[in-house]
C-alpha cells in the first residue's frame, strides 16, 4: 500500500513543502472504493450517499459528487460543505438526533431529499419549520431495528437503548401522524445499526425487520418510496475493504423487486483506506521497560487510538534504518493518552526519519481538534505517480485566535 498509494518520494516531497504532521489522501485509492460500491450493486441501482462525517474535505467529496454519489449530512454544516462540494441537493440527506430549528429550516431551503427524524418531538419541529417556510417536508424516520452488529460498543447504533432512532411501535404512530398533516410528506424509512461492521447477516436481519414494516405501513395507506439502509461496512485498519457481494446480496435480497429505491451511506470503509497521517520523528526516548518514538503527530490530530483503540499501523517511509524493536509511538500532547500506537514493531528510526500512519482517512482530520493549543494539520492529495496539490493549508497560530474576541 506504501508504494502503490503512498509513493514514498513523493512523501517526503510533501513532508519538505506541506510540514508535518500531514494528512495524506490517495485519490487513485478513494476512486477505488466509491467505485468497488458501484459495481457490487450494480443490479439494485441504489443512490449511494456518502458519510460527510468520515471526512468532509471538500476535494474528495468533489471526487464523490462527480462519480454521482450522494451525501449523507449530520449538521447544517456538514450541508453546507456538501452543497458546496458539488453534491445534488436532490441526492442529500440529513441525519442525527439532534437537528436546530435553523438547521431543519437550511435543509428545507436547500430542497433536499430528505430528512431522517429520529424523535416524535423532531417531527413536529420539522412540521413547524415547514410550516414557517411553506414548503412541505419530505421526512424519513431512523427507525432502530434491534439488532446487534458485533462491533465496539460505542460505534453500535442499532440496538435498543441506543440514543439513535425509533422503535417500529414508535415509528407506527409517527408515519400515521406525519401521513395526516399538511406539511409533512413521509417518503422513507431507515435504520443504521453501527460502524465496523464485519457481516452481512445483521444487515440481512434489520432489512427484513425494515421491508416488513414497509408493507404494514402500506396496509395502513402509508407508502414509502425510498428504503435507507445505512453505512457501516468493515474495513479493518491496514487492509483492504472486504468484498461487497455478500452485502450486496443480503441488501438485494430483501428488496429487489419491491419498487422501493435503496439508499445506502458508505463513509469509513471508501475514506479509511485512502488516506494516512504522515509524521515526523522528534525524539527517542526510553521509560523503563518501553521504547518511545516521540512524533510530532499527535492525538489531536488522530484521536481514533485513545477513543477506541484503533490499532493503525505505521511504517517507516525512507524504509529499515535501525534494528526491529517493539515500540509506543506517541505524541506532545501532555496526556498519557496520547499515542497513535503501541507496541508497534518497527526499524528503529532517527530524528527526523518520517512514519506514515495508516487506515486514517476515515475519522481523522475529521475529528481532530486544537487540543493544546496545536494548530490543525494540512492535508495533501495525491492525484498521479508525481503529482499532489495541497487541500487544506497548515493551520497558523493566528489561526487559533482568529474567532476569540477581546
Not at 450541508?79 to 442529500?92: E, N, Q
Not at 431551503?109 to 417536508?137: H, M, Q, W
Request: with cysteine; charged share 20%.
Amino acid at each position: 500500500m506504501l508504494s502503490k498509494y503512498f509513493p514514498p518520494a513523493l512523501l517526503k516531497t510533501i513532508a519538505a513543502r506541506a510540514g508535518t504532521p500531514a494528512y495524506v489522501y490517495s485519490q487513485a485509492a478513494f476512486l477505488k472504493q466509491l467505485r468497488a460500491y458501484k459495481k457490487a450493486f450494480r443490479a439494485l441501482d441504489p443512490l449511494f450517499c456518502y458519510a460527510l462525517k468520515a471526512n468532509s474535505n471538500g476535494a474528495l467529496c468533489a471526487l464523490a459528487a462527480r462519480e454521482g454519489f450522494g451525501a449523507d449530512v449530520v449538521s447544517g454544516g456538514e450541508l453546507y460543505r456538501a452543497l458546496r462540494a458539488g453534491f445534488k441537493p436532490g441526492k442529500i440527506i440529513f441525519s442525527g438526533v439532534g437537528k436546530t430549528a435553523e438547521e431543519l429550516e437550511y435543509a428545507l431551503k436547500a430542497g433536499i431529499l430528505f430528512i431522517n427524524a429520529e424523535s416524535f418531538e423532531e417531527v413536529l419541529a420539522l412540521e413547524k419549520a415547514a410550516a414557517r417556510l411553506k414548503k412541505p417536508a419530505p421526512v424519513s424516520l431512523r427507525i432502530n431495528p434491534d439488532v446487534d452488529p458485533h462491533t465496539h460498543r460505542y460505534i453500535t447504533t442499532g440496538k435498543l437503548g441506543s440514543k439513535f432512532g425509533v422503535s417500529f411501535d414508535e415509528a407506527l404512530k409517527i408515519y400515521m401522524y406525519a401521513a395526516e398533516s399538511k406539511w409533512l410528506r413521509p417518503v422513507g424509512a431507515q435504520f443504521h445499526i453501527g460502524s465496523q461492521v464485519q457481516s452481512a447477516a445483521p444487515y440481512a436481519l434489520a432489512a427484513g425487520r425494515l421491508a416488513a414494516f414497509i408493507v404494514k405501513l402500506a396496509s395502513r395507506g402509508v407508502t414509502l418510496k425510498y428504503a435507507d439502509v445505512g453505512g457501516g461496512w468493515g474495513v479493518k485498519e491496514g487492509a483492504e475493504m472486504p468484498g461487497l457481494s455478500a452485502l450486496a446480496r443480503a441488501v438485494g435480497g430483501v428488496f429487489s423487486g419491491t419498487g422501493l429505491k435503496v439508499i445506502l451511506e458508505p463513509g469509513r470503509s471508501i475514506a479509511a483506506p485512502c488516506g494516512a497521517l504522515l509524521t515526523r520523528v522528534i525524539y527517542r526516548k526510553r521509560g523503563g521497560d518501553k521504547n518511545f518514538i516521540v512524533v510530532d503527530g499527535a492525538m489531536n490530530d488522530l484521536v481514533r487510538p485513545a477513543i477506541y483503540g484503533a490499532k493503525h499501523p505505521v511504517v517507516p517511509v525512507a524504509g529499515p534504518r535501525g534494528p526491529v524493536k517493539k515500540f509506543d509511538v506517541v505524541g506532545p500532547v501532555c496526556e498519557s493518552g496520547d499515542f497513535l500506537a503501541k507496541g508497534v514493531r518497527l526499524p528503529e528510526p532517527a530524528a527526523g526519519d518520517l512514519l506514515l500512519v495508516l487506515s486514517a482517512g476515515a475519522y481523522g482530520f475529521s475529528m481532530s481538534s486544537q487540543y493544546n493549543s496545536r494548530p490543525r494539520a494540512a492535508e495533501a492529495l495525491i492525484t498521479g505517480a508525481a503529482s499532489w496539490r495541497l487541500v487544506r493549508r497548515r493551520e497558523t497560530l493566528r489561526d487559533l485566535v482568529a474567532a476569540e474576541l477581546p
